[in-house]
């Protein structure tokens, strides 16, 4: 089993910065892909970001390239999400996720791959 608990959302004002974590426990992670996604009141669930635990790989979805950077802790077992330039239109509950490293080739946008999940940490950005 694996558990994920994800911390760091807060109210910042537009231009701020945010960072948050996500810190593993339970099996093995050497051989996942770890996700950020996040929902917006009435929107649907979306990808934000990933990283491949072993080798660090990263991936963005095109709307935070340049504002936001994951990256992971193997020592701490933990995935961060440094969120910069913030916009209000970053304002959701964010969610870490853990899956099989097998969707990174196909399928790391895809929220339905990843099996694991945290509790979600809410991020508000004031304008």
């Known amino acids: 089993q694996v558990q994920l608990v994800d911390t760091g959302g807060g109210l910042v004002q537009a231009g701020g910065s945010l960072r948050l974590s996500c810190v593993a426990s339970?099996?093995?992670?050497?051989?996942?892909?770890m996700g950020w996604f996040r929902q917006a009141p009435g929107k649907e669930r979306e990808f934000v970001a990933a990283i491949t635990w072993s080798a660090g790989n990263t991936y963005y979805t095109d709307s935070v390239k340049g504002r936001f950077t994951i990256s992971r802790d193997n020592a701490k077992n933990t995935v961060y999400l440094q969120m910069n330039s913030l916009k209000p239109e970053d304002t959701a509950v964010y969610y870490c996720?853990?899956?099989?490293?097998?969707?990174?080739?196909?399928?790391?946008?895809?929220?339905?791959?990843?099996?694991?999940w945290g509790q979600g940490t809410q991020v508000t950005v004031s304008s």
């Open positions: 996720a853990a899956g099989p490293m097998a969707l990174w080739e196909k399928g790391k946008e895809d929220g339905g791959l990843y099996a694991y």
């Open positions: 339970g099996r093995t992670f050497s051989s996942r892909a």
